[in-house]
């Protein structure tokens, strides 16, 4: 009988630390622990010089001053060589006029893609799919997003989730379907019903006790 | 390498954490503020400065060596 091997890929999950690695990039050798104390995120792009990823790192450097506002980080990665990474940066600018700011890991070993889940063989067996991690400050996984090869990012939602992300932070609060900076969030529900019958009287502005908001 | 070149010679952003190390400046965080660079390019270019013999670690804190108080003179 033949025997059939498979090897199974843990995938990294939210609320998980980020898999560590050091990586050759555009700005040297990094490693993840260069970017404690600062949210990162970390996304992969299929190949260099290709129609789709250009577009996305162009719109990736046009929200990058609206991250480094929000003490965010940004590393590309594909499975390229350094080299195919400098000249494909340096003809974004010379074509576009748009300067890449950020890092991009040259992962020709496939080391950092493998770690993160990035190689999705239903789609390609060599090149990484679309992968979003937004990992934060203490380097836990706080959201991860998967593109097929065919759709484009959307940076508005990328911005919306780090908004997002340090509203709950910092307030301790969720938010709702389609929130932006300046609506409303949702109060944690409560835990037990003397909370419930209290928060009823907090001046929220709730559907029910289960469903409260109020402003930031 | 970011901070040293092939030919053995710091960069221009080396030269900046080189000369913040001379002004007395220790912690990354330090450095980052006073050059300007990111806090992960100043990490991993305090790295690459010590590997090379121009910068030491001491206590958490970095300071220039012998050769790299020489380079930047």
Known sequence: MEEVRERVISLPRLGEPAPAFKAVTTHGVLKLEDFKGSWLILFSHPADFTPVCTTEFIAFAEIYPELQKRGVELVGLSVDSVSSHIAWVRNIEEKTGVKIPFPVIADLSKEVSLAYGMIHPGQSATATVRCVFIIDPNQIIRLILYYPLTTGRNMDEILRIIDALQATDEHKVATPANWRPGDMVIVPPPNTQEMAEERLKEGYECIDWYLCKKKL | ?73
């Open chain 2, 1 to 73: 390498m970011a901070c040293i070149s092939p030919d053995g010679k710091p960069t221009e952003s080396g030269m900046r954490m080189l000369h913040a190390l001379k002004s007395g400046l220790g912690s990354p965080e330090e450095i980052s503020k006073n050059t300007d660079l990111p806090l992960f390019r100043v990490r991993s270019g305090l790295r690459e400065l010590t590997r090379a013999g121009l910068a030491i670690e001491k206590n958490g804190k970095h300071e220039l060596t012998e050769e790299g108080a020489k380079l930047i003179g």
